[in-house]
């Protein structure tokens, strides 16, 4: 079971770059890594997803390295609006392990 | 703008009801999944169906829940009796099932409290 470590918490100001780090040792060849946010009182949402090297969307980058077993996930220049508990999964539909969502890292951007 | 629903909200029991909560997935997604979220231990995966058929529920205490799906639209989990230590938020997901990976879309849950 490809587990993940990430932060329990960090802090941040607006309009800062904010860079969560996951660590997954275990990961299989088939596993991709995805992020999901998640509000209070709300579902968590997906952010982004990659296999290798970076991937970017509007919302964030996601940055992993060639040995797969660790991957950052970027938020440029943070507002308010991001505070929020960040997850990061690693699994596919062949290791099933795509379900754990560990601690999350809490995120919590100051004025 | 496609949304998983949930029903209801918010539940408030008393222990030794039954308690059954409700979820339709997006239209056309073959993957649902249910989650329990408690401060303690955070999200857990209780169930997962896929084309309405179960392949996962190890996740869920087999002698007071059980989780269906009557039909493509539909996804229940049931608690009876229910115990206070049932007390979470229950979330439903949905999927589109790809091979590798399935992103998986959110209800907004409901907030079940057993006095």
């Known amino acids: 079971l490809a587990k993940t470590t990430q932060p329990i918490s960090m802090d941040s100001y607006e309009g800062q770059e904010v860079n969560i780090t996951c660590s997954h040792n275990?990961?299989?060849?088939?596993?991709?890594i995805t992020w999901y946010q998640q509000f209070p009182s709300q579902g968590p949402r997906f952010i982004i997803q990659g296999y290798k090297t970076k991937v970017t969307n509007e919302v964030a980058s996601l940055f992993i390295p060639a040995d797969r077993k660790s991957s950052t996930l970027s938020l440029p220049r943070v507002s308010l609006s991001d505070t929020a508990v960040y997850y990061c999964?690693?699994?596919?539909?062949?290791?099933?392990?795509?379900?754990?969502f560990g601690t999350g890292t809490s995120l919590t951007v100051i004025p | 703008d496609a949304r998983v629903t949930q029903t209801p909200r918010d539940k408030v029991t008393e222990m030794g009801q039954e308690v059954t909560m409700r979820c339709q997935p997006i239209l056309g997604h073959n993957t649902v999944f249910w989650y329990r979220q408690t401060m303690m231990q955070g999200l857990e995966l209780l169930a997962y169906?896929?084309?309405?058929?179960?392949?996962?529920d190890s996740g869920m205490p087999k002698d007071r829940f059980s989780a269906e799906m009557p039909d493509a639209t539909l996804a229940t989990l049931k608690i009876q009796p229910s115990e206070p230590r049932d007390s979470a938020v229950y979330f439903c997901?949905?999927?589109?099932?790809?091979?590798?990976?399935?992103?998986?879309?959110f209800g907004p849950g409901t907030r079940l409290t057993v006095l």
């Open positions: 275990n990961i299989a060849t088939n596993d991709y």
């Open positions: 997901a949905s999927g589109l099932g790809l091979a590798e990976t399935d992103t998986q879309y």
């Open positions: 999964l690693v699994g596919s539909q062949n290791t099933g392990n795509q379900f754990y």
């Open positions: 169906f896929r084309n309405r058929a179960p392949l996962d």
